[in-house]
């Protein structure tokens, strides 16, 4: 905001890593419809390299990330049937421990320290085989709960840009909708996972590539740390 040279103006952090995106996008919605505000900026954007744990320990998990930044202008419509038609959260705590960041935080005293530090407590840790068993189960039921929303099927779907978690993740999502190679954009090969940036991008990309035009049905999907996840069902 203040780069930008905005003031004046309120601006909120949604930590919801990867389904933050899809999160924020269902908040600016509400807003927008609510007629709180007219015009919304969306931003995605994550820099995972300074803090991911490159020893052998973390191995694992720090070949997967990259850094990324994607932004979108949100408004109203006047257009029947246009713009975002839905939204659908999820959240289950449960498996917070599953994929997270330990410290700083609460369950600590002091938030953070040098045995913290040296255990890597600060550094993002992943059960990836676990991740693997919610995000491709959890992924396409929400997509498909954005289907049923707008009473379209799988074959209406002009694009779907999931979140860039992995190929397997994808790969598992676009077999359980139901969708063709060309109607899912994937470009996890380019980046690895951005997080909250990785739909903003892949959904710059598509449109630089004209795989959407006015009047297509776009479909967002989304899973995260927490574990969070989310849907959305867009008509371009």
């Known amino acids: 905001q203040r780069e ?46 300074r803090g991911l744990d490159r020893t052998t320990r973390g191995r694992d998990t720090a070949v997967l990330f990259g850094d990324g930044a994607g932004v979108a202008i949100l408004g109203p419509t ?37 045995e913290l530090i040296e255990e890597g407590k600060h550094r993002a840790v992943m059960e990836g085989r ?26 209406d779907v002009k694009l779907l840009v999931p979140h860039q978690a992995n190929l397997r993740i994808l790969e598992m999502v676009q077999k359980a909708v139901g969708l063709r190679d060309d109607q899912v954009y994937v470009n996890i090969q380019k980046y690895g996972n951005t997080t909250a940036a990785s739909i903003p991008i892949a959904l710059h990309e598509a449109l630089c590539e004209g795989r959407l035009e006015r009047g297509d049905l776009l479909v967002l999907t989304a899973f995260g740390s927490g574990f969070t996840w989310a849907s959305a069902a867009i008509r371009w």
Request: hydrophobic share 45%; with cysteine.
């Open 78 to 114: 006047d257009a029947p049937g246009r713009g975002v038609l839905s939204t659908h959260l999820y959240a289950d705590g449960r498996h917070a421990e599953k994929l997270w960041v330990d410290a700083p935080g609460l369950a600590h005293d002091p938030f953070i320290s040098a």
């Open 4 to 49: 930008l040279g905005i003031s004046d103006i309120p601006a909120i952090d949604v930590r919801n890593q990867c389904a933050g995106f899809v999160y924020g996008l269902s908040v600016a919605d509400a807003w927008i419809r609510a007629g709180q505000y007219t015009r919304v900026l969306l931003v995605g954007a994550e820099v995972h390299s």
């Open 130 to 155: 676990e991740v693997f068993k919610f995000a491709s189960v959890l992924m396409p039921q929400s997509v498909a709960t954005a289907l049923k929303a707008n009473g379209v099927t799988p074959a």
